[in-house]
């Protein structure tokens, strides 16, 4: 096998996020800002804690980048009795679907991502910047994610704040101060992009829906049939099930339930 077949767009793109946090930091140490000031007095404390977040940030993009978002199981299950079971579960109008790339049953809420080839379980989005799909398993820890990274790109943008001289000749400023002012407006665009993100996906998670139900549900049949949400079962129970996994069962059941009691008669 040639070395460059090794090189696939996972491994290059996590390379790239790697090294540019790294890069960031390494410029926010070698220009005269709040974080040099405190290493050069001896005040390590502030220095150490920032390089930990980072260092806690880029382990937990590693881990949602590499980790399975929640596949649906390729191979046939040893039982047939359970399928019976989650079938029956289902009202008529919404059976399980047979998907049409892998050819897999898929769950309630699952979507066969064409980016990864496989059916994921409560699909969210596939997420080109990690390579990978954030569904049921990986998105309670991309949303933890979310907040560490945002709060390690405010820190950075304050400490490239902190850094920049601006009362300087063009030329002097350009080469004390110019490598830390890109790196400021990078930090900038990183931040906003990152609170447009984290504040998309509480919204998400505080509803109980995903990014792919709530941009498509138009086009999704086991939502196009109801009014609203039907797994939305109030903010405290949506918050306990997708940080803890409580309460339990399956979404078929859940829109089964939801479905019985919407159609029952008003007393």
Known sequence: MAPWALLSSGVLV???????????????????????????????????????????????????????????????QPQEEIKEEQTAMVPPAIPLRRCRYCLVLQPLRARHCRDCRRCVRRYDHHCPWMENCVGERNHPLFVVYLVLQLLVLLWALYLAWSGLRFFQPWGLWLRSSGLLFATFLLLSLFSLVASLLLASHLYLVASNTTTWEFMSSHRIAYLRQRPGNPFDQGLTRNLAHFFCGWPSGSWETLWAEEEEEGSSPAV
């Open 14 to 76: 996590r390379t790239g996020h790697t090294v540019l946090t790294w890069g960031i930091t390494l410029v926010l140490f070698l220009h005269d800002t709040e974080l040099r000031q405190w290493e050069e007095q001896g005040e390590l404390l502030l220095p150490l804690t920032f390089l930990l977040l980072v260092l806690g940030s880029l382990l937990l993009y590693l881990a949602v980048s590499l980790m399975d978002p929640g596949y649906v199981n390729v191979q046939p």
